[in-house]
């Protein structure tokens, strides 16, 4: 286990070194001037001044070993200061990242403990007008996009009906950590994010469960006399479960790419909305970022979709 | 000068810019005032909510540029003096008096008695003092051309001095002397209020930077208090700082004009005015500025009340006078054919829907030195501008598309940036009127950033579609000024007239700086810039506020930056 985990590592690297490569170059082949953002036009400064700045970030230096100095502080942790903000970069994301990880977290425990079961009446039924509903269900949730569907909660259920808070992580003076009021306020982004990776998984997992429960062992568990209930737990989801796993890299890139746009539709303080915000703002050194943690999150969630498989199938190892 | 760039009421990176308050944090006058009647007693208590559009990028008014910067730092850091919040016009602050000598080289300010910041300490003429060294050192700054005349200030920036030597602090530090190397009359304006930003608690900000010093390297640029303002003379106490979520207020027992009857103030963020317009329409924030367009929705809310007051404002179309691809427009004739050309008030209608008027030249109607007295009112007329066209030299093709006197076809493009739905239409107006004088226009859309970029004075660009946002201060000299058209300069049409030339530079250095004479000075300009009609002027737009039905004395106007201006006396009628 210890070597394949290990093996999964080192090929990680090359991915992060194309995305390090891919952020550098997209902002340094961006047309405009870096001092010139930075300053945003608006600072008192000698050309003298600039010239000294100029040469102080590093921007004389020729472009390899622009690089290589970035990825030295990357490695470090140093992202630089915010062109916008003229605070250091992992500062901001520090305050973010937290914020992040609740919509994630929240939004695969919806995702398992619907979609699971759904996929499993999806099977179960098969022909029969709650497999129909669920097929729809899928496809729906497929097509529609992740932003119209934040958006028309907001205005239906939040503006209009007022069932829901139209954003942010809390009430205006409540402040209380994972508290019912932050629950209230998550229902949205979650349920959006949620949607996609609902819509994902009874598609694989009733494919998987057809298959499985006409094998010879779960034959062999009914007319033992079990119990439907344990045959369907117990032998067939567990076995079908195995290629939901790694059907979970989908639903994390969903989440990744979905919780850029959702956060700032549901105004939610995230990395997400960060990245956003400095996109627009043209605030580079956030948006690298952004990007770069955004993509090792990635990485290590791919990582740990891998290690997850290989634990539950210990064919994989071998291969 | 306090001037700006609109995006919608947007801001340009400028130098020496003062802020004006975005569409969550709206700026004016009320139509109709919420005055407690007599029998309603004023109830303690409560929070008001406010949408800011973005995070602050710092809570320190030196180095500030943003408008949720400003909207953080004038709730503890205050001026000497103010802008009326109706007429612009400067009243005491801070400071009780304020008094420009008669050779107008010498100003100065008393301050009010037993002025305490929020944790005890006096406040002194020194705190003022120590904000400008502040600015004068500070490489972030946008506020250096209000202090540069201010004799001994470029010796200070320097560091040849570790004071600036024209600052005099009297009587105890209740007084202020302020001398100039040259007359300035905007000076009492932006010196006091306008370009200054508020005023420092020097007692604790020394201790993270020391002004008394001849080291340049060092500035306030960087230090910690910038993010977490340590002590309030304004009616608020800063308490804490959620990113992303909101900043949040405390009342200020020690406020000179009285504690605030509220109890908190919070500044909630959020991703764009859209939300912050679904905001106020749950009540979750408690007054905002909208979009005409948003109108019809929002006065169907009956938890709110509509105040309307004019901007200080313009929108306008630039004409390059040096565009190489389209000489005609160096021509006076045409370019008032151009006026006469489009329906101004047909814009106003469809795209402010009314909520706006139609302007004829660059002093906004809502300000002191407004004069129209002799002014052209031009409206559309198809035959004049023909005939004016003619006049000039044009000849009419085949094609119905103009000839200029070379032979060329007089097809141009106009600009504006892309997504500001009022820019696009009267894009889409400018195109299909024009046409109908014979004048092709092909519409350019881009970023508000390329539209700067591209209109950067030079020759490669012919018309244009933006705006102005001005300060209470009239002092257009950078608009207009024929020295004023080169590189980040704003004279990027290339106006160039030796009576306006005077008129700005009377406006600016007097030396007769009385309001009659200024009013006259720029009279003089207006009269000029109505006939040379350098920009067609379109229209100044009406703010539309929106509050809470139960917040009262709330009373928005014109200048009155945030509305915060009496922001002691709101109360919430339960």
Redesign the interface.
């Known amino acids: 286990m210890g070597r394949f985990i290990l093996r999964r590592l080192v090929q990680a690297i090359p991915t992060l070194i194309g995305i390090l490569l891919l952020t550098f170059a997209l902002t340094r082949l961006s047309p405009s001037d870096p001092i010139q953002l930075m300053?945003?036009?608006?600072?008192?400064?000698t050309p003298e001044?600039r010239i000294a700045l100029r040469e102080s970030l590093g921007l004389n230096d020729p472009l390899p070993l622009q690089f290589i100095k970035w990825v030295w502080a990357i490695l470090h942790l140093d992202f630089g200061q915010s062109f916008?903000?003229?605070?250091p970069v992992m500062d901001?994301i520090f305050?973010?990242v937290p914020?992040s990880l609740q919509i994630s977290i929240a939004a695969l425990i919806v995702t398992v403990a619907v979609g699971v079961p759904l996929g499993v009446i999806a099977a179960l039924r098969r022909g029969h007008v709650e497999d129909h509903g669920i097929r729809i269900f899928s496809v729906a949730g497929h097509a529609i996009p992740q932003f119209w569907l934040g958006l028309m909660f907001?205005?239906t259920l939040?503006?209009q009906l007022?069932w829901f808070?139209?954003?942010?992580?809390?009430a205006?003076?409540i402040?209380c950590g994972l508290c019912w009021d932050r629950v209230w306020h998550l229902i949205g982004p979650v349920a959006v994010i949620s949607i996609a990776g609902i819509a994902n998984l009874p598609r694989i997992l009733r494919t998987e469960v057809l298959e499985v429960i006409s094998q010879d062992y779960v034959r062999t568990a009914r007319s033992k006399g079990l119990r439907e209930q344990v045959v369907i737990v117990g032998h067939v989801l567990r076995n079908a479960l195995i290629p939901v796993v790694t059907s979970f890299g989908t639903i994390l890139l969903v989440f990744f790419s979905g919780a850029l746009i959702i956060e700032?539709?549901f105004?939610w303080?995230?990395l997400g909305?960060?990245t956003f915000?400095a996109a627009v703002n043209?605030d580079y050194p956030l948006v690298q970022a952004g990007v770069v943690i955004s993509s090792v999150l990635l990485i290590i969630s791919y990582l740990l979709r891998d290690i997850a498989y290989a634990w539950v199938d210990p064919r994989i190892k071998v291969r | 000068m306090r001037q700006q760039r609109t995006r919608r009421v947007l801001i340009a990176g400028i130098a020496a810019v003062t802020l004006i308050a975005t569409a969550c944090a709206p700026t004016g006058a009320p139509s109709t005032s919420a005055t407690a009647a007599p029998s309603e007693q004023p109830v303690a208590g409560g929070r008001v909510v406010v949408g800011a559009t973005g995070d602050p990028k710092t809570m320190q008014p030196v180095i500030s540029g943003d408008t949720t910067s400003s909207l953080i730092w004038q709730q503890v850091y205050l001026t000497l003096t103010r802008a009326n919040y109706k007429t612009g016009l400067t009243e005491p602050n801070l400071a009780e008096k304020f008094e420009l000598s008669s050779d107008g080289l010498t100003l100065s300010y008393t301050l009010r008695d037993n002025l305490v910041w929020s944790n005890g300490d006096p406040f002194t003429g020194e705190d003022w003092k120590y904000t400008v060294e502040a600015v004068a050192r500070s490489k972030k700054t946008v506020r250096k051309s209000t202090y540069q005349d201010i004799v001994g200030w470029q010796d200070y920036v320097d560091g040849k001095t570790d004071s600036v030597a024209g600052i005099a602090v009297k009587n105890n530090g209740k007084a202020i002397e302020v001398k100039f190397t040259k007359v300035f009359c905007p000076a009492v304006s932006a010196l006091g209020a306008g370009g200054a930003g508020g005023i420092l608690p020097s007692k604790l900000f020394r201790a993270q930077w020391e002004n008394k010093s001849t080291d340049v390297s060092k500035n306030i640029d960087d230090i910690p208090y910038n993010m977490n303002p340590p002590a309030s003379m304004g009616p608020w106490i800063f308490k804490s700082f959620q990113p992303g979520v909101q900043v949040t207020f405390a009342k200020n027992d020690k406020y000179f004009r009285g504690a605030p009857l509220l109890d908190e103030l919070v500044v909630k963020v959020y991703a764009d005015t859209t939300a912050v317009k679904n905001a106020l329409m749950v009540g979750e924030v408690t007054y905002a500025g909208i979009q005409p367009a948003d109108n019809d929705e929002v006065s169907k809310n009956d938890a709110l009340k509509l105040f309307r007051f004019k901007q200080s404002s313009y929108d306008y179309i630039g004409w390059n006078l040096k565009a190489a691809k389209a000489p005609w427009l160096a021509n006076t004739q045409v370019r008032q054919a151009l006026a006469y050309g489009i329906d101004a008030p047909a814009i106003v209608n469809k795209v402010l829907l009314g909520f706006g008027s139609q302007i004829y030249a660059h002093t906004p109607p809502v300000s002191w030195a407004y004069d129209d007295a002799g002014f052209t009112k031009y409206s559309r007329d198809v035959n004049k501008a023909k005939q004016l066209l003619e006049q000039a030299g044009a000849k009419m093709g085949t094609d119905g598309v103009y000839r200029w006197t070379d032979g060329t076809p007089m097809k141009m493009r106009i600009e504006t940036n892309q997504g500001n739905n009022v820019r696009e239409t009267i894009l889409q107006f400018a195109q299909e009127q024009y046409k109908a004088i014979g004048i092709q226009i092909d519409p350019l859309l881009e970023s508000f950033n390329a539209l700067l970029d591209r209109t950067q004075p030079g020759t490669d660009y012919e018309g244009f579609i933006i705006g102005w946002s001005l300060g209470a201060d009239p002092d257009p000299y950078s608009i207009w000024h024929s020295s004023q058209s080169g590189k980040d300069q704003f004279n990027d049409v290339f106006y160039a007239n030796p009576v306006v030339d005077k008129a700005l530079v009377d406006n600016r250095n007097g030396p007769d700086c009385s309001q009659a004479a200024r009013r006259k000075a720029l009279h003089t300009m207006d009269l000029q810039l109505n006939q040379d009609v350098p920009y067609t002027f379109l229209f100044t737009r009406d703010a539309l506020t929106y509050a809470d039905k139960k917040l009262h004395n709330f009373d928005p106007d014109t200048y009155s930056t945030g509305s915060f201006w009496n922001v002691e006396k709101w109360w919430f009628k339960k």
């Open positions: 300053l945003g036009g608006q600072y008192d400064i001044d916008y903000y003229h605070r901001l305050e973010r914020n907001v205005l939040s503006v007022r808070p139209i954003g942010s992580m809390n205006v003076g402040d700032r539709v105004n303080p995230g909305r960060l915000e043209k």
